[in-house]
């Protein structure tokens, strides 16, 4: 897979690329994840990539020009089977959304910043808008960042154990039940007798129906 991310703040993304499970799925070849400076594709000697919105109001827009050249010619290189805007009104990622576009191969990555992006950038290229929440950030990139990270973790051969994935939260709309490890005792809170039983069915029985217990309560919404 190959993640392209548009951005006016690309530092702020390349960390969390080179640490643990996101450094080693680079690493091992199994995604690549390239940043693109919007100014690059800017005119003038400051490199002006916002301006003041038609209609008067508050805040700077994106401009649609220095967007509109990016994208172009990224995707004169390769096709994309999604260009996505991390946008507060786009559909809020899921763990569905995740799973389906973890077998794409190219996806585009379009960060807003200020108060977003002019709509004919919209009109003229993106195909997905996705949001992680309600809730406004300061720009598209640490949006990015979660959407990659929720991807990447899904792809072949990056966890150590693939089936962990298939055991998240979401996974089949139920949240997960309580995990506990060693000591089997700590300050008087022991482990379920039944997570000590070694009979696997019935272990599986108790967290299935702990996974429901905990949904129901939580986000009974999933259970609809």
Request: contains cysteine; glycine residues 6%; aromatic residues 6%.
């Amino acid at each position: 897979m190959r993640i392209d991310i548009i951005s006016v703040l690309p530092e702020l993304m390349e960390s969390p690329f080179q640490a643990s499970i996101l450094r080693r799925a680079v690493q091992k070849g199994l995604v690549e994840v390239h940043f693109h400076q919007l100014r690059d594709w800017s005119v003038g000697k400051h490199r002006q990539v916002d301006d003041e919105p038609y209609g008067g109001g508050a805040g700077m827009v994106m401009m649609v020009e220095p967007l509109d050249k990016c994208i172009t010619e990224l995707k004169s290189q390769r096709n994309y089977d999604e260009i996505i805007y991390l946008t507060p009104d786009g559909i809020t990622l899921s763990q569905k959304i995740a799973n389906t576009l973890s077998i794409k191969e190219n996806l585009l990555l379009v960060c807003g910043h200020y108060k977003g992006i002019d709509q004919r950038v919209r009109d003229l290229h993106i195909t997905m808008e996705i949001s992680i929440g309600d809730f406004v950030l300061t720009g598209g990139e640490l949006a990015a960042c979660v959407l990659a990270d929720s991807v990447i973790r899904l792809l072949p051969g990056v966890l150590n154990d693939e089936q962990s994935a298939l055991t998240d939260s979401f996974q089949d709309n139920l949240l997960s039940p309580p995990i506990y490890t060693r000591p089997e005792e700590y300050k008087g809170l022991k482990v379920p007798s039944i997570l000590l039983s070694g009979n696997t069915p019935k272990i599986e029985e108790w967290r299935h129906s702990e996974a429901l217990r905990i949904t129901e309560e939580r986000r009974p919404d999933l259970l609809d």
